[in-house]
């Protein structure tokens, strides 16, 4: 009869690098619902587009490190539903949607529906991206994605809390800029992704142009970022709906 192994046997480790930057927009994104349950409404601003920065970061550690894994693809995903689907929803909640009680008990609950809207929009649209990876042209995403919703959600509370609007006084637009963030997110309307080609060993690559809107938004950044970001997202969320018109126009015409 055979003796058991005295050495205990080690489960299969994780990669440090890359789990470390998105654990730290994971900690962007709690320390922004902190935050604005507080009424720290510019920090809890500030920590989502921290988010989406690391967001953005640890995917190409770990493709520059060769540290891609399963379970960082997942824990990834997870991470980006507490900071680009409840962190915003909570901090568009706390700043203007609670006060649609102030208009009546049934306003009341549209307000916080508006928001959990919002948020399951955001599931929906990361479990429909991470079933699509590997099928869907790299060039484009299929609807809004998440961090450019947040990030026109966090710059919109931003921009009017630094402009002394109230959200008390902005409900009602509060609650259509977060309906139509979740609506655009589960749409099939295509966004560009800005990766490049997306086949080929070049595919990283974009045009030159894209450089030079680079540098001109980080200087705008520098001198008002609550107002450049707003019009860059806004600008982004408004490229989609546009282009697919200009398909159906362009289609339209085509068969007439």
Known sequence: MSQPDPTPRRGRGIYLLPNLFTTGGLFAGFFAIIAASQGRFSAACIAIFV???LDGIDGRVARLTNTQSEFGVQYDSLA????????PSLVMYHWSLMAMRLDGTTLGKIGWLGAFL?????ALRLARFNSQVATVDKRYFVGLASPAAAGLMASFVWTCHELDFTGDALRYVALAVTVTCGLLMVSRIRYTSFKGSGTGP???RVPFVALVVAVGLLIAMWVDPPKTLLIAA???ALSGPTLWL???RGGA???S
């Open 234 to 236: 806004v600008l982004y």
């Open 80 to 87: 980006d539903l507490i900071s680009f689907g409840l962190a």
């Open 246 to 248: 200009w398909r159906r």
């Open 202 to 204: 070049k595919s990283d």
């Open 118 to 122: 919002y948020a399951a929009c955001a």
């Open 253 to 255: 015409e085509a068969t």
């Open 51 to 53: 988010a989406a920065v």
